[in-house]
């Protein structure tokens, strides 16, 4: 795997590495799961969790469409993961929250995300995952 990523530009290496560490994440929950979730429905939970945002906020936080961000939305409320409100004093507003059992699914993931990123650390080392955690949270000037 590393031969085929040696010559990838930055942000196509940063992509990669996204999409594969995705992929495993997601396979993990499947494997430890009856519920299937997309990648753009983990996204919405990860923005819904312990807040109760608007739905248009949401949509734009996670750089889907409107349209595609209601459809997953619908979706999450099937599976009985988050509820819809409305807010107070506005019809137009639209507000969500986790339910318990969507809280208790996220905090699943988050430990089999955990898992994985131990996993990580075994093989590159706890100082090279702390030093790309820190990278990647610092303000790249762009």
């Known amino acids: 795997m590393d031969s085929e990523w040696r010559d990838l530009d930055l942000i196509d290496l940063l992509s990669e590495r ?9 396979k993990k929950w499947n494997d430890n799961s009856n519920i299937y979730l997309a990648n753009s429905e983990w996204f919405i939970l990860a923005r819904v969790y312990k807040k109760q945002p608007t739905i ?5 936080q996670v750089d889907i469409s409107r349209q595609a961000t209601h459809k997953f939305i619908k979706q999450l409320q099937a599976k009985g993961l988050v509820e819809v409100f409305n807010v107070e004093n506005n019809k137009k507003h639209k507000y969500l929250r986790l ?7 996220y905090e699943k993931n988050m430990s089999l995300k955990a898992e994985l990123e131990n996993k990580i650390m075994e093989h590159i080392g706890e100082d090279n995952v702390k030093k790309i955690k820190s990278v990647l949270q610092m303000d790249w000037g762009i």
């Open 99 to 105: 339910t318990k059992f969507g809280e208790e699914c």
């Open 56 to 60: 248009a906020h949401v949509a734009k």
């Open 18 to 26: 996204h999409l594969y560490l995705r992929r495993i994440a997601e």
